[in-house]
């Protein structure tokens, strides 16, 4: 049995969460409101002040999808209540990153500056050499500091491009001189 699809969730106070046919959840809290549809097999029971997840059979999909279901479900009252953020660091000289109203400036090096507007529900800041991206939904806070991340990936032997604030980056040993 899955441990993480048995674990019941908690509402916290000023959170709702409402299950309408074909497994259509909504979560509302402070910061916002969250949808999604989830798979048809999944049974969602809100009782009271906790939702709970249950698959009707032990078949692989429906044991795959009982942990992520119940998961995904986590994130949103976590979303709602206290939503997430993702830092990103922009490592190199002449590497820069500004912002302007939705606008996200990136100068990395290439012969133009790529420009990147911030995706609705979503918000992102510049502080000196980081860009801290916050919004309620997980999945697409980290789609698009995935999208930033790819513009100048890191490389391995100065450490240049832009990396997750906890991310190593393995560095190589350059080319030595002949002798």
């Not at 795959?64 to 995904?72: D, I, K, N, W, Y």
């Not at 206290?82 to 500004?98: D, F, I, M, Q």
């Amino acid at each position: 049995m899955s441990r993480i699809g048995k674990m019941p969730i908690a509402i916290p106070a000023g959170v709702t969460v409402d299950v309408a046919e074909n497994n259509v959840v909504t979560v509302k809290g402070p910061k916002g409101e969250l949808k999604r549809t989830f798979a048809p097999e999944m049974e969602i029971k809100v009782d009271g002040a906790v939702v709970t997840v249950s698959r009707p059979n032990d078949l692989k999909r429906s044991k795959s999808l009982h942990g992520l279901s119940r998961t995904l479900l986590n994130n949103m009252v976590i979303g709602v209540t206290e939503g997430y953020t993702k830092t990103l660091e922009v490592n190199g000289v002449g590497y820069r990153a500004s912002k302007s109203g939705k606008e996200l400036t990136l100068n990395l090096g290439y012969s133009h500056p790529v420009v990147m507007t911030d995706p609705e529900g979503l918000e992102s800041k510049v502080d000196g050499n980081k860009i801290i991206i916050s919004g309620i939904d997980k999945e697409r806070i980290g789609q698009y500091a995935a999208e930033i991340r790819e513009k100048r990936k890191p490389e391995p032997y100065k450490g240049k491009g832009i990396k997750y604030a906890d991310e190593v980056i393995r560095r190589k040993v350059g080319k030595t001189g002949k002798k």
